[in-house]
């Protein structure tokens, strides 16, 4: 797969405070999230990239990895603003986000939303992103 978006699944096992770049230290509470983002050159390479331990910090959900483990990455070959559409359908049916959390390009709220339960049992989500 070459180019498309991606919805990275994560599990947090305990409530943390990590410093997020320019974003400043955030406290994430334990549970489930899922980070919305786009790759359009290689698809495959960004996503080992997030489950990978040895990187440089780049992006927010660099920081947040450090001490989050990446479960699954569920891949959609769309174009680049299908992104946004995806953070859109994540912030309606997730229970919260993290403000501002992988969307500085963008006017998105967030590209970072926490559920308490997993994901990946919701109907909802399952629909949408298979």
Not at 95 to 111: A, L, R, T, V
Request: hydrophobic share 35%.
């Amino acid at each position: 797969m070459g180019k498309g978006v991606y919805a990275l699944i994560i599990k947090l096992d305990k409530e943390k405070t990590i410093p997020v770049g320019k974003l400043g230290s955030i406290t994430f509470k334990p549970g489930f999230y899922v980070y919305a983002g786009s790759a359009m050159n290689s698809l495959e390479k960004r996503i080992q990239r997030h489950f990978s331990k040895t990187k440089a910090l780049h992006w927010h959900i660099d920081y947040f990895l450090l001490h989050a483990k990446p479960l699954e990455a569920r891949t959609l070959e769309k174009p680049k603003h299908w992104e946004c559409r995806l953070a859109r359908f994540l912030e309606k049916i997730s229970d919260s986000f993290i403000p501002k959390f992988g969307s500085s390009d963008c006017k998105c709220k967030s590209h970072l939303f926490f559920f308490q339960k997993d994901p990946r049992k919701s109907k909802n989500f399952l629909e949408k992103i298979q």
